[in-house]
T-cell receptor
Framework: NAGVMQNPRHLVRRRGQEARLRCSPMKGHSHVYWYRQLPEEGLKFMVYLQKENIIDESGMPKERFSAEFPKEGPSILRIQQVVRGDSAAYFC?????????????FGPGTRLTVL | DQQVKQNSPSLSVQEGRISILNCDYTNSMFDYFLWYKKYPAEGPTFLISISSIKDKNEDGRFTVFLNKSAKHLSLHIVPSQPGDSAVYFCASNAGGTSYGKLTFGQGTILTVHP
């Protein structure tokens, strides 16, 4: 059973471009979380999605950031008009069940560099 | 507002000795705590957890202790091995949610010397 897949692993964008990060959860998992890790910091919750629904986006910046988890295909985190401060590692995690005590399995992350 | 704090950025230990990693939290709503281990260029992997109804949980070489009155938890690794060298994150659920919204500490870099 393949783990959580994220691509690309590394992404370089110039200021003002769009970044699109993909996450394929583990087979059978329908709950996806996105976290961001800025340099020298811990992971910070961004958004929690179930298939076709955004449940909690309280950690997402109000502008330029959006996320989706369509019925078919991977979850997408989209960052429009990137700025240097968006440079970070973005991790996706998935879980089989929704409960607060269910293990989240993390992907390897996408490292975004904004020039 | 750092609700989960790991005040030691790094820890260096000799192989075979005990490693103790510490974590403090401020939110009394937190009722479930986890430790994750992270190698460079990889995602975090779950290590061990503890519910607030317990004060200790043990899994092989790893033991987590929870002191609710002090809002403090610690991870003990004994004996430490070079393969344990990694970044260790303490995390907690947000409390009051029915899903796994985790709050992480800043991490502690553990280096185990042969």
């Amino acid at each position: 059973n393949a783990g959580v897949m994220q691509n690309p692993r590394h992404l370089v964008r110039r200021r003002g471009q769009e970044a699109r990060l993909r996450c394929s959860p583990m087979k059978g998992h329908s709950h996806v979380y996105w976290y961001r890790q800025l340099p020298e910091e811990g992971l910070k919750f961004m958004v929690y999605l179930q298939k076709e629904n955004i449940i909690d986006e309280s950690g997402m910046p109000k502008e330029r950031f959006s996320a989706e988890f369509p019925k078919e295909g991977p979850s997408i985190l989209r960052i429009q008009q990137v700025v240097r401060g968006d440079s970070a590692a973005y991790f996706c995690a998935s879980s089989e069940l929704a409960g607060a005590y269910n293990e989240q399995f993390f992907g390897p992350g996408t490292r975004l560099t904004v020039l | 507002d750092q609700q989960v704090k790991q005040n030691s950025p790094s820890l260096s230990v000799q192989e075979g000795r005990i490693s103790i990693l510490n974590c403090d939290y401020t939110n009394s709503m937190f009722d479930y705590f986890l430790w994750y281990k992270k190698y460079p260029a990889e995602g975090p992997t779950f290590l061990i957890s503890i519910s607030s109804i317990k004060d200790k949980n043990e899994d092989g070489r790893f033991t987590v202790f929870l002191n609710k009155s002090a809002k403090h938890l610690s991870l003990h690794i004994v004996p430490s091995q070079p393969g344990d060298s990694a970044v260790y994150f303490c995390a907690s659920n947000a409390g009051g949610t029915s899903y796994g919204k985790l709050t992480f500490g800043q991490g502690t870099i553990l280096t185990v010397h042969p």
